[in-house]
């Protein structure tokens, strides 16, 4: 089984509507992150989450909301879906030591009509 | 805030040459991380480098931090197709938040 994975790996939906994507880690890291993938834009960090009590926003967050369930559960939310909002999402991991790599999902393809 | 610059955008070489692929930071790097990805899928994490000269191998990849700590390469020794996708570069912002920011990637196509 995978160590992070999202829920789910594809989604087309319509714009206006409410969409939750899901990760899970059985990695037990502390820090949890969900990102966006635009072609030509590398990786966009959306929120991060360093334990259960603390949110917050990272480069893109409005249009965006999460929720840290618990720690091994970090969720993102679309309230009101729109099409620029199509891209790739991921979650990512990671240890509380200061210089520690994140490991990624495989992320979940969004798109939005 | 930081800012990653990755080079060439894209590579295109046919398979068993050597390749480069450069990351070029406008600040010091604290924490440099290579990772891999295959087109729409998952990013795998290669290698990571902290120190300034440091480098390390994996199979027939090699990353190099430099002395300053400003810029990195991705060395591929005789490319193979299995080698083929986007490779990104993410640093440690060094300040009290830790996450990463990443450079927008070079896509490699080795060609049989």
């Known amino acids: 089984d995978a160590d992070v994975t999202q829920t789910p790996r594809n989604r087309i939906t319509k714009t206006g509507k409410r969409i939750m994507l899901e990760c899970s880690q059985t990695?037990?890291?502390?820090?949890m992150y969900w990102y966006r993938q635009d072609p030509g834009l590398g990786l966009q960090l959306i929120y991060y989450?360093?334990?259960?009590?603390?949110?917050n926003k990272g480069e893109i967050s409005d249009g965006y909301s999460v929720s840290r369930q618990a720690q091994a559960k970090f969720s993102l939310s679309l309230e009101s879906a729109i099409p620029n909002q199509t891209a790739l999402y991921f979650c990512?991991?990671?240890?509380?030591?200061?210089?520690?790599?994140?490991?990624f999902g495989d992320g979940t393809r969004l798109s939005i009509l | 805030s930081q800012e990653l610059e990755q080079s060439p955008q894209s590579l295109i070489v046919q398979e068993g040459k050597n390749l480069t692929i450069n990351c070029t930071s406008s600040?010091?790097?604290?924490?440099l991380y290579w990772y891999k990805q295959k087109y729409g899928e998952g990013l795998i994490f290669l290698m990571m480098?902290?120190?300034?000269?440091e480098e390390k191998s994996h199979e027939k990849i090699t990353a190099k931090l430099d002395e300053k700590k400003q810029q990195s390469s991705l060395h591929i020794t005789a490319s193979q197709p299995s080698h083929a996708g986007i490779y990104l570069c993410?640093?440690?912002?060094?300040?009290?938040?830790?996450?990463?920011?990443f450079g927008k990637g070079t896509l490699l196509t080795v060609n049989p």
């Open positions: 990512a991991t990671s240890d509380s030591t200061r210089v520690q790599p994140q490991h």
């Open positions: 990695k037990g890291h502390d820090r």
């Open positions: 989450s360093f334990d259960v009590k603390d949110i």
């Open positions: 600040k010091t790097l604290y924490g």
């Open positions: 480098l902290q120190k300034g000269g």
């Open positions: 993410g640093a440690d912002s060094g300040g009290s938040n830790y996450k990463l920011t």
